[in-house]
T-cell receptor
Framework: GEDVEQSLFLSVREGDSSVINCTYT??????LYWYKQEPGAGLQLLTY?????DMKQDQRLTVLLNKKDKHLSLRIADTQTGDSAIYFC??????????FGAGTTVTVRA | NAGVMQNPRHLVRRRGQEARLRCSPM?????VYWYRQLPEEGLKFMVY????????ESGMPKERFSAEFPKEGPSILRIQQVVRGDSAAYFC????????????????FGEGSWLTVV
């Protein structure tokens, strides 16, 4: 199976919070990342968290890391239509290699 | 500071032709990575290069694919004799030199090159 797993789809009402979950396998991963990809576009780095942290907040984004369970989540507060995209979780293996999940497609409905 | 620049953004090739994808890293970045994204999948690591050196090519298919990062000029991902299964988005990423095993340096991605083989 994949090293990084995510649920494939999430539908959320505009103004609500979105929570995207991810599990990874490599307990030695030093950094974990969230990237956003809009249709036909590249990857935009949203945020990342160092493995010795359990939470990081950046404006509407909150990342929670449970290292014991190897679980990472991204919470988007006050979700807007512009947040509709695919969100990729990635773990950094060794010094440079990123291992990505298959992506969670977030659809924001009015 | 321009981001990671890739070209062409879209490329159509017939089966058997060659595809060349170019990547210019961010200013100050000396490390380049290529990833491939097949339809409806996540990105898969292909190769990691520094100037004139291939550091890790463990994700590269054994045949038809090659990558280089010359002393001058962009990094090139070359696919010879393309087949339909090569149709994918190819992403280049770059980073500055690593400060160590626990470096916080992040990896920035380009906009991608979409290859379609017909």
């Amino acid at each position: 199976g994949e090293d990084v797993e995510q649920s494939l789809f999430l539908s959320v009402r505009e103004g609500d919070s979105s929570v995207i979950n991810c599990t990874y396998t490599d307990s030695s991963s030093t950094y974990l990342y969230w990237y956003k990809q809009e249709p036909g576009a590249g990857l935009q780095l949203l945020t990342y968290i160092f493995s010795n942290m359990d939470m990081k907040q950046d404006q509407r984004l909150t990342v929670l890391l449970n290292k014991k369970d190897k679980h990472l989540s991204l919470r988007i507060a006050d979700t807007q239509t512009g947040d509709s995209a695919i969100y990729f979780c990635a773990e950094k293996k060794n010094d440079y290699k990123l291992s990505f999940g298959a992506g969670t497609t977030v659809t924001v409905r009015a | 500071n321009a981001g990671v620049m890739q070209n062409p953004r879209h490329l159509v090739r017939r089966r058997g032709q060659e595809a060349r994808l170019r990547c210019s890293p961010m200013k100050g970045h000396s490390h380049v990575y290529w990833y491939r994204q097949l339809p409806e999948e996540g990105l898969k690591f292909m190769v990691y290069l520094q100037k004139e050196n291939i550091i890790d090519e463990s994700g590269m298919p054994k045949e038809r694919f090659s990558a280089e990062f010359p002393k001058e000029g962009p990094s090139i991902l070359r696919i010879q004799q393309v087949v339909r299964g090569d149709s994918a988005a190819y992403f280049c990423a770059s980073s500055p030199p690593w400060a160590g095993g626990s470096s916080g340096n992040t990896i920035y991605f380009g906009e991608g090159s979409w290859l379609t083989v017909v």
